[in-house]
């Protein structure tokens, strides 16, 4: 929408404000004169802005619920109601403004992921080098790279090697070494030293202008919002202009339409989903999650598959340290040191995490000196006079023979996926560091979060190599893992699952921008990521909190619902206005009032989205809180990682040793691990507890406490009086196990915990979170009250947005009634005698069926190459109507009888193959009883059949699988032609060449024998309880006032003998049609004159003189009827003698 548009809007809720407010003043200083051109003056330039609004949408092919406002408006002026059209018009201009509001959005540019792209490459002529443009890189032009920069084209390695961080491009976490010849991608990064490069592309063909161009198609492609209200627009319109045509036709008076096209407005379809989709946008805001307008919202809320990205969505991103394996009787924390303090030299990725690690372990780190680096291997230096060597094996080691703990750690590297760092300390191997991506903390939760918000279907797609990938497919129970797919390929996986259903991705690289754009929503996660996922994304998560994807989904349905909940109240109450409008009770102010205090209500209602929770709920948890729980564990995590290296270290050490890890391992537990748990069970527990709806899960957890403390017990015994002298093996074994045990027993202990604080904090609508500052440790008593403070600092407002809400409707309907008056429709009221109801002449609406109608449905889906029938045709039971393009389907007939032909051949060949096999087996059956051949080669013989036999097996299975395949193509091939079921006339067609059809549509509705008709009527209660199954009726439409159409009574909805029920009732009168001058579909304004009843003697010998006047009405219009038409009916019915001998009766 352009800027202009919405300034005209904004300027006309003043206008109308303002001539609402002058005309209020006006009236009550006695100027009605004023009041009323005060009144118009508001309405007039809302009239005609939204009259052009509405003729340009016409001519692009829309129609919404705009066009009740503007006649409710129009009607107004021109009947001299000014204050209704003025109300009218404030409530239209303030409902344009705040969905100009909801859905208006910030144009969507690629101008962050343009300005990351390289615009220079550093170009070597001989031995000068020059800065150019990349546009004028030319094919095998050599490029140099500096360290850190972005590759700026497609090449290969010229020089020695090259570290690549390709993470952004194909998702693989570790830097990849690219060796001599071997092909960089640009876009990627140079985290190794210098390297030349020639260029195999030009800047137009390389990889990062691939991309850009995949997400500009991507985003071009995707359809334009359409506003929620839009969708009912072609049913309320119709039926609210039928109501007050009715109400005119009925009552003859024009104020009291006018009444019920005020009270119709639809104001609460306008100003409902906007306001609500505000809110959900405001609420996800508050939880970090930008939402870029109310059309992805809407569209999340409808999301039935996930898709992730791995690196940096479901796992940390990048290398990580994740265990140090030593030699004997080197501490883990000694060896990182010396490794840290060396790489403080080097420039490789691995390096820094690896002084980071160090740094944050608070380890103190010695500058290298004689530093000497081989690039891709590792570098080697002294450190306090020590030679300290840390990269490759190769590097650090040589061919040498390694120690068997350094093999263990080898293998273990490689089932875990991990990338194995050497640390050797004058020339012998004192360490291995594991690097690896691991999954965040939230994973596993932000999975089993998605599928209580009811995603059906969770994928991973990533660049990433097939091993790890599935490995973290089995740990979350995905659905399908898809691996080693490059950028094109993540959108044709994307497109295909949206194809199915409507799919959201989840991602945060440049590789990733693509398939974001593609899917029906991207959700980027724009902490970390890259600029460009985050502007192809229609959704940024902007902290790094992998389970703000649940929220986002649970936000947007509850949104949602609460949209149609206030949109189906707004139109229901509206209803009711219409319905009292219609009978009089309300004139067009009250309904305008009416309208406007319902929409009020609606309105509050639909701002239920901007609170976290109902008004009733209890608060949830601070996730300040939380953070200060969360940060106790990961305290506690050192420990453990302490506990594991014991452990191991128990393999392989003497007594003393070992008695010393024990009781080392007993110290920590006992002032650590005792001690956080037993003040979890006194003092956390109690408190978490308020804030969940079920306390299982606690109780659970408390028995996880008992039996981390019965181990720690078990330790304890064991460690007393423990001596070297006294260890036995089995007693170092036997604690083993039990610190293996608790070390196992508190890591998922922890995990759990976690999940539970985070479902008592995480509830929609929570405050940002604390920053997490340090906090003394649990075990000291001192944590507890850190997290006492963060929940008493936390703000418990609680809204009462539904309670207003409900006051606020109430409020409307008793408004409501008490403008209740009048005597409109009172001739029509249950208890009014029917003799004053004029029975001679019944007027009411009518709709016209056939006597025997059916619909001509396609049976395959396609596109419609051919109609051949058309209204008024005369078909035949099995008629060609349309035709469906056959050429899809035939082309499957055709491929499934190649594939036959090919199965039948390889049926053939696996039964010559067995025939084959079985001589060769009864061959080597008759030398082995003759002792001529070895038992060995019966055997193989054997097998050879048997699997020769499987062959046969699994190839008629084949046969018998594409022969079905091809029977279903062939069917689905002859119902390409869409035939009649019945003989009979065309009365309806919905279907035009190259329409796309889908099965089970209805193109066409064929009735048996027009000349025969069925009129389906509403009429009262009184009016019903009247007549009789059998009764003849004269009849007349409003189309041919003039002709008589003659009919029977053959189906009433109640019992005839009913005397006080209410309501309307259908009564169904078959009639004659001969000159097929009532088309079936056809709904028209009837007056229908009942002349005979098939009613009881007793009633016909007490006839009121009202019934007298219409039998006698009803005898002499039957002498204008027709003939030909009283056969017809007569045929029909099977009673013509008996209709005229009642009639005479």
Same mark, same amino acid.
């Given at each position: 929408?352009?800027?202009?548009?919405?300034?005209?809007?904004?300027?006309?809720?003043?206008?109308?404000?303002?001539?609402?407010?002058?005309?209020?003043?006006?009236?009550?200083?006695?100027?009605?004169?004023?009041?009323?051109?005060?009144?118009?003056?508001?309405?007039?330039?809302?009239?005609?802005?939204?009259?052009?609004?509405?003729?340009?949408?016409?001519?692009?092919?829309?129609?919404?619920?705009?066009?009740?406002?503007?006649?409710?408006?129009?009607?107004?002026?021109?009947?001299?109601?000014?204050?209704?059209?003025?109300?009218?018009?404030?409530?239209?201009?303030?409902?344009?403004?705040?969905?100009?509001?909801?859905?208006?959005?910030?144009?969507?540019?690629?101008?962050?992921?343009?300005?990351?792209?390289?615009?220079?490459?550093?170009?070597?002529?001989?031995?000068?080098?020059?800065?150019?443009?990349?546009?004028?890189?030319?094919?095998?032009?050599?490029?140099?790279?500096?360290?850190?920069?972005?590759?700026?084209?497609?090449?290969?390695?010229?020089?020695?090697?090259?570290?690549?961080?390709?993470?952004?491009?194909?998702?693989?976490?570790?830097?990849?070494?690219?060796?001599?010849?071997?092909?960089?991608?640009?876009?990627?990064?140079?985290?190794?030293?210098?390297?030349?490069?020639?260029?195999?592309?030009?800047?137009?063909?390389?990889?990062?202008?691939?991309?850009?161009?995949?997400?500009?198609?991507?985003?071009?492609?995707?359809?334009?919002?359409?506003?929620?209200?839009?969708?009912?627009?072609?049913?309320?319109?119709?039926?609210?202009?039928?109501?007050?045509?009715?109400?005119?036709?009925?009552?003859?008076?024009?104020?009291?339409?006018?009444?019920?096209?005020?009270?119709?407005?639809?104001?609460?379809?306008?100003?409902?989903?906007?306001?609500?989709?505000?809110?959900?946008?405001?609420?996800?805001?508050?939880?970090?999650?930008?939402?870029? *307008?109310? &059309?992805? /919202? @809407?569209?999340? +809320? #409808?999301?039935?598959?996930?898709?992730?990205?791995?690196?940096?969505? %479901? !796992? $940390?991103?990048?290398?990580?340290?994740?265990?140090?394996?030593?030699?004997?009787?080197?501490?883990?924390?000694?060896?990182?040191?010396?490794?840290?303090?060396?790489?403080?030299?080097?420039?490789?990725?691995?390096?820094?995490?690896?002084?980071?690690?160090?740094?944050?372990?608070?380890?103190?780190?010695?500058?290298?000196?004689?530093?000497?680096?081989?690039?891709?291997?590792?570098?080697?230096?002294?450190?306090?006079?020590?030679?300290?060597?840390?990269?490759?094996?190769?590097?650090?080691? *040589?061919? &040498?023979? /390694? @120690?068997?703990? +350094? #093999?263990?750690?080898?293998?273990?590297?490689?089932?875990?996926?991990? %990338? !194995? $760092?050497?640390?050797?300390?004058?020339?012998?191997?004192?360490?291995?560091?594991?690097?690896?991506?691991?999954?965040?903390?939230?994973?596993?939760?932000?999975?089993?979060?998605?599928?209580?918000?009811?995603?059906?279907?969770?994928?991973?797609?990533?660049?990433?190599?097939?091993?790890?990938?599935?490995?973290?497919?089995?740990?979350?129970?995905?659905?399908?893992?898809?691996?080693?797919?490059?950028?094109?390929?993540?959108?044709?996986?994307?497109?295909?699952?949206?194809?199915?259903?409507?799919?959201?991705?989840?991602?945060?690289?440049?590789?990733?921008?693509?398939?974001?754009?593609?899917?029906?929503?991207?959700?980027?996660?724009?902490?970390?990521?890259?600029?460009?996922?985050?502007?192809?994304?229609?959704?940024?998560?902007?902290?790094?909190?992998?389970?703000?994807?649940?929220?986002?989904?649970?936000?947007?349905?509850?949104?949602?619902?609460?949209?149609?909940?206030?949109?189906?109240?707004?139109?229901?109450?509206?209803?009711?206005?219409?319905?009292?409008?219609?009978?009089?009770?309300?004139?067009?102010?009250?309904?305008?009032?009416?309208?406007?205090?319902?929409?009020?209500?609606?309105?509050?209602?639909?701002?239920?989205?901007?609170?976290?929770?109902?008004?009733?709920?209890?608060?949830?948890?601070?996730?300040?809180?939380?953070?200060?729980?969360?940060?106790?564990?990961?305290?506690?995590?050192?420990?453990?990682?302490?506990?594991?290296?014991?452990?191991?270290?128990?393999?392989?050490?003497?007594?003393?040793?070992?008695?010393?890890?024990?009781?080392?391992?007993?110290?920590?537990?006992?002032?650590?691990?005792?001690?956080?748990?037993?003040?979890?069970?006194?003092?956390?527990?109690?408190?978490?507890?308020?804030?969940?709806?079920?306390?299982?899960?606690?109780?659970?957890?408390?028995?996880?406490?008992?039996?981390?403390?019965?181990?720690?017990?078990?330790?304890?015994?064991?460690?007393?009086?423990?001596?070297?002298?006294?260890?036995?093996?089995?007693?170092?074994?036997?604690?083993?196990?039990?610190?293996?045990?608790?070390?196992?027993?508190?890591?998922?202990?922890?995990?759990?915990?976690?999940?539970?604080?985070?479902?008592?904090?995480?509830?929609?609508?929570?405050?940002?979170?604390?920053?997490?500052?340090?906090?003394?440790?649990?075990?000291?008593?001192?944590?507890?009250?850190?997290?006492?403070?963060?929940?008493?600092?936390?703000?418990?407002?609680?809204?009462?947005?539904?309670?207003?809400?409900?006051?606020?409707?109430?409020?409307?309907?008793?408004?409501?009634?008490?403008?209740?008056?009048?005597?409109?429709?009172?001739?029509?009221?249950?208890?009014?005698?029917?003799?004053?109801?004029?029975?001679?002449?019944?007027?009411?609406?009518?709709?016209?069926?056939?006597?025997?109608?059916?619909?001509?449905?396609?049976?395959?889906?396609?596109?419609?190459?051919?109609?051949?029938?058309?209204?008024?045709?005369?078909?035949?039971?099995?008629?060609?109507?349309?035709?469906?393009?056959?050429?899809?389907?035939?082309?499957?007939?055709?491929?499934?009888?190649?594939?036959?032909?090919?199965?039948?051949?390889?049926?053939?060949?696996?039964?010559?193959?067995?025939?084959?096999?079985?001589?060769?087996?009864?061959?080597?059956?008759?030398?082995?009883?003759?002792?001529?051949?070895?038992?060995?080669?019966?055997?193989?013989?054997?097998?050879?059949?048997?699997?020769?036999?499987?062959?046969?097996?699994?190839?008629?299975?084949?046969?018998?699988?594409?022969?079905?395949?091809?029977?279903?193509?062939?069917?689905?091939?002859?119902?390409?032609?869409?035939?009649?079921?019945?003989?009979?006339?065309?009365?309806?067609?919905?279907?035009?060449?190259?329409?796309?059809?889908?099965?089970?549509?209805?193109?066409?509705?064929?009735?048996?024998?027009?000349?025969?008709?069925?009129?389906?009527?509403?009429?009262?209660?009184?009016?019903?309880?009247?007549?009789?199954?059998?009764?003849?009726?004269?009849?007349?439409?409003?189309?041919?006032?003039?002709?008589?159409?003659?009919?029977?009574?053959?189906?009433?909805?109640?019992?005839?003998?009913?005397?006080?029920?209410?309501?309307?009732?259908?009564?169904?009168?078959?009639?004659?049609?001969?000159?097929?001058?009532?088309?079936?579909?056809?709904?028209?304004?009837?007056?229908?004159?009942?002349?005979?009843?098939?009613?009881?003697?007793?009633?016909?010998?007490?006839?009121?003189?009202?019934?007298?006047?219409?039998?006698?009405?009803?005898?002499?219009?039957?002498?204008?009827?027709?003939?030909?038409?009283?056969?017809?009916?007569?045929?029909?019915?099977?009673?013509?003698?008996?209709?005229?001998?009642?009639?005479?009766?």
């Amino acid at each position: 929408m352009k800027v202009n548009d919405r300034t005209i809007r904004r300027a006309l809720i003043v206008v109308a404000l303002g001539g609402l407010a002058v005309g209020l003043v006006a009236t009550l200083a006695a100027r009605s004169e004023i009041a009323h051109w005060a009144w118009i003056t508001g309405t007039a330039p809302v009239i005609t802005v939204l009259l052009f609004a509405i003729v340009r949408d016409l001519r692009a092919g829309r129609m919404g619920v705009d066009l009740l406002a503007l006649l409710s408006m129009a009607a107004a002026l021109a009947l001299g109601e000014t204050l209704a059209g003025v109300i009218v018009a404030v409530m239209y201009a303030s409902g344009q403004a705040l969905e100009d509001y909801a859905v208006g959005r910030a144009e969507r540019d690629l101008k962050a992921l343009i300005d990351r792209a390289p615009r220079v490459a550093h170009r070597k002529r001989g031995d000068a080098l020059e800065d150019v443009p990349i546009d004028q890189v030319a094919v095998w032009d050599t490029i140099l790279v500096s360290a850190g920069e972005v590759v700026p084209i497609d090449g290969q390695v010229a020089s020695s090697s090259a570290l690549i961080d390709e993470s952004m491009l194909t998702g693989e976490p570790l830097p990849v070494m690219r060796q001599v010849g071997e092909a960089v991608s640009s876009g990627t990064i140079n985290v190794g030293e210098t390297f030349e490069m020639r260029a195999s592309a030009t800047a137009g063909d390389s990889a990062y202008a691939g991309i850009v161009r995949m997400v500009t198609a991507a985003q071009t492609a995707k359809a334009p919002f359409i506003r929620m209200a839009d969708r009912y627009a072609l049913l309320l319109v119709p039926v609210t202009l039928c109501i007050t045509g009715v109400t005119w036709w009925l009552s003859g008076d024009p104020i009291r339409a006018l009444a019920v096209l005020v009270a119709a407005t639809p104001c609460p379809l306008i100003l409902a989903a906007p306001a609500a989709f505000i809110g959900g946008t405001a609420q996800a805001a508050r939880r970090g999650i930008l939402v870029k *307008g109310g &059309g992805p /919202l @809407e569209t999340l +809320a #409808r999301i039935h598959t996930v898709m992730f990205d791995k690196t940096g969505t %479901l !796992t $940390v991103g990048g290398a990580r340290l994740v265990a140090v394996e030593t030699a004997p009787g080197v501490a883990p924390d000694e060896a990182l040191r010396l490794a840290a303090s060396l790489e403080q030299a080097s420039h490789h990725v691995l390096a820094a995490t690896i002084v980071s690690t160090a740094q944050s372990k608070g380890l103190s780190l010695h500058a290298p000196d004689n530093v000497r680096e081989a690039l891709g291997s590792g570098l080697e230096g002294v450190i306090e006079g020590r030679k300290v060597s840390v990269g490759s094996l190769q590097f650090v080691h *040589g061919e &040498g023979r /390694l @120690e068997e703990w +350094a #093999r263990r750690a080898a293998r273990r590297a490689s089932w875990r996926s991990a %990338l !194995t $760092v050497f640390v050797a300390v004058d020339g012998r191997v004192i360490a291995v560091l594991l690097f690896g991506d691991e999954l965040r903390r939230e994973t596993p939760r932000a999975i089993q979060a998605l599928r209580r918000a009811g995603v059906a279907r969770i994928v991973m797609v990533t660049g990433d190599r097939a091993e790890p990938a599935e490995t973290i497919g089995a740990a979350l129970d995905l659905e399908t893992v898809l691996a080693e797919r490059v950028p094109s390929d993540k959108v044709d996986a994307v497109v295909m699952e949206r194809r199915l259903a409507p799919t959201l991705m989840v991602g945060d690289g440049i590789n990733d921008a693509p398939a974001l754009a593609a899917a029906n929503v991207g959700l980027a996660m724009g902490a970390r990521g890259a600029s460009a996922s985050s502007e192809a994304a229609d959704a940024v998560i902007l902290v790094d909190r992998l389970d703000r994807v649940a929220e986002a989904v649970a936000i947007a349905r509850r949104t949602r619902a609460i949209a149609m909940q206030s949109m189906i109240a707004g139109m229901g109450l509206s209803g009711i206005t219409m319905i009292a409008a219609a009978f009089g009770y309300v004139t067009p102010v009250a309904g305008a009032l009416i309208q406007e205090a319902i929409d009020v209500s609606v309105i509050l209602n639909a701002l239920r989205a901007l609170a976290p929770r109902g008004a009733f709920d209890q608060p949830p948890m601070s996730e300040a809180a939380a953070t200060v729980l969360r940060e106790d564990h990961e305290r506690i995590e050192i420990s453990l990682e302490r506990l594991r290296q014991i452990a191991d270290a128990l393999d392989g050490a003497e007594a003393a040793e070992a008695v010393e890890h024990v009781l080392e391992a007993n110290r920590i537990v006992e002032t650590v691990i005792v001690g956080h748990e037993r003040e979890d069970e006194e003092t956390i527990y109690p408190r978490v507890s308020k804030y969940l709806n079920d306390s299982h899960g606690l109780s659970a957890m408390s028995r996880a406490h008992r039996e981390i403390l019965h181990q720690a017990r078990l330790l304890g015994r064991l460690s007393d009086g423990l001596r070297p002298n006294e260890a036995e093996p089995y007693l170092i074994r036997d604690a083993q196990r039990i610190i293996e045990s608790i070390e196992s027993l508190v890591h998922i202990h922890n995990a759990q915990e976690e999940d539970i604080y985070e479902h008592a904090a995480a509830r929609l609508g929570l405050e940002a979170s604390a920053p997490r500052d340090g906090t003394p440790r649990m075990h000291s008593g001192r944590g507890s009250a850190a997290f006492e403070h963060a929940l008493e600092s936390a703000s418990e407002g609680r809204g009462r947005w539904p309670m207003l809400a409900g006051a606020l409707i109430l409020l409307a309907l008793v408004a409501g009634g008490a403008y209740w008056g009048g005597d409109f429709f009172a001739r029509f009221r249950p208890g009014v005698p029917l003799a004053e109801r004029k029975l001679s002449e019944i007027k009411t609406v009518g709709v016209v069926s056939g006597e025997t109608e059916m619909p001509i449905t396609a049976s395959v889906s396609g596109v419609i190459a051919a109609v051949s029938c058309d209204i008024g045709s005369i078909v035949k039971a099995g008629q060609v109507c349309a035709e469906i393009d056959s050429r899809p389907y035939r082309l499957i007939v055709e491929r499934s009888n190649a594939d036959l032909t090919l199965a039948n051949g390889r049926l053939t060949k696996a039964k010559a193959q067995f025939a084959r096999a079985q001589a060769t087996y009864e061959r080597a059956q008759n030398l082995s009883n003759r002792k001529a051949i070895a038992s060995s080669a019966l055997t193989a013989s054997q097998k050879l059949l048997e699997q020769r036999q499987a062959d046969v097996v699994r190839a008629e299975a084949s046969v018998a699988l594409i022969e079905a395949a091809l029977s279903s193509a062939r069917g689905d091939l002859e119902r390409t032609s869409i035939l009649s079921p019945i003989e009979g006339t065309v009365v309806a067609r919905d279907v035009r060449t190259g329409q796309t059809v889908v099965a089970g549509h209805p193109l066409f509705r064929v009735v048996a024998d027009p000349r025969i008709v069925k009129i389906r009527v509403s009429v009262d209660v009184r009016v019903a309880t009247a007549l009789r199954v059998g009764d003849a009726v004269s009849f007349s439409v409003e189309r041919e006032p003039d002709y008589r159409f003659e009919g029977q009574v053959t189906q009433i909805s109640i019992d005839p003998r009913a005397t006080e029920p209410s309501g309307k009732y259908d009564v169904v009168v078959t009639a004659a049609n001969p000159d097929l001058r009532l088309a079936p579909g056809m709904s028209t304004t009837i007056r229908m004159t009942p002349r005979s009843q098939a009613a009881p003697a007793a009633r016909r010998r007490h006839k009121s003189p009202s019934q007298s006047a219409d039998d006698a009405v009803s005898q002499k219009r039957r002498q204008h009827t027709r003939s030909l038409g009283r056969s017809v009916l007569a045929r029909h019915l099977g009673g013509g003698d008996n209709q005229t001998g009642a009639t005479a009766g």
